[in-house]
């Protein structure tokens, strides 16, 4: 028998098919030109020059983490477990802007562009500003409430329960 | 309950590595941050035998000399000359992509393009005369186009920026490399040397390409 439904179970769905889709996009988007988020990755200057050779792995497997997490999540199969993975992704994002951000005020000459989505760049400019800060604050919002309520209706993990 | 969330979140990342490991070994088109070297610099005219800024050194004479009869002729001794010091371009033999503030300077001297890879209104408080702007952003776009029109797609391009972690000049050389444009060389120390050392810069708004 199917768990009854929690209270807040309705907002899952437009989380989850919202997130999941933004989230299968991104990763879509950047395997169009995986020389570029490379190039992006390596601009951030997170990864340290000895081990710059992680970069171009880190280009291929972001993405289809990116698009397995997406898919898992719109489907509803493991949606907690992709909400965690879409959201601690989230906050290595943010972290990541956030530390360009404060290093480009400090006065390193960065320039950086978010690749996040590809050539498409939606919804903030290519340039990284707090637009793209904003922007995963409000999917991690999403990741949370999914973390939370999960399943929600039509989920194969609901189904599953039967 | 826990662990087998943590277990499936990792799951969902192993089965995108493997992907992502698989993607790597179907592409034809390897993905990777290493720039191509560029060709070397053309030797400058008027010295054809040596490279840029030798001198052409004569061997200091030793003991006599034999002329032509076979008389021994004696000649005064020479000092011997003093090693002329290592010309810039023997450094840019052994690191074709970038270039010293030295090189720099003969390459400006020579007349070569330096392209201006900083943002526009750095550009516009100090650039190295003679230099035109042209950056990753705006590489594309019409003001891009008319400075890509006076390049010469195998002559040395100079191309710098902030000097220090600035990455614009290497990803504004990797793009030319991709348009096809080979001689582009990266001046890693950037402005902030060129100025330092006292060298030619200008101010002011971008000849061409400015938008």
Known sequence: MAKPMRPMGWLVLPCRVVLGGLFVLAGVMKMQDLQAFAEAIDAFKIIPER??????????????????????????LWSRASALVISAML?????????????IEMGQPLSVTCTCFGKLEWPCPPKLGMCQIWRDVVMLVMGAVVLKWAPGPLAIDRESTK | MASLLLYRAAALITLGVIAGGIHAVVREK????????????PKPKGAEAGPVGAEPVEKPATGSTTSGTGQVAPVT????????????????????????????????????????????????QGHIAGAFWLNTETFATPGGGEVLGLLDREMPIV?????????????????????????????????????????????????????
């Open chain 1, 51 to 76: 081990a710059e050779f992680l970069i171009p792995f880190a280009a291929f497997a972001m993405p289809w983490i990116e698009v397995f997490a997406g898919a898992f999540l719109v489907l509803g």
């Open chain 2, 159 to 211: 191309v710098y920026c902030q000097g220090g972690m600035c990455d614009a000049s290497k990803n504004l050389v990797r793009m030319l490399q991709q348009a096809g444009y080979m001689g582009g060389r990266i001046f890693h120390d950037g402005y902030p040397a060129w100025e330092k050392a006292g060298y030619p810069t200008a101010a002011g708004k971008p000849p061409i390409g400015g938008g």
């Open chain 2, 30 to 41: 390897p993905v990777s941050l290493e720039l191509m070297a560029p060709a070397p610099l």
């Open chain 1, 91 to 103: 906050v290595a994002f943010i972290a990541m802007i956030a530390s360009v951000l404060i290093r």
């Open chain 2, 77 to 124: 001794p020479v000092t011997p000359v003093t090693p002329p010091p290592v010309p810039p371009v023997d450094a840019a033999a052994a690191d074709p992509l970038n270039v010293t503030l030295a090189l720099a300077k003969e390459l400006h001297e020579q007349g070569y393009v330096f392209l201006d890879a900083r943002p526009l209104n750095e550009y516009e």
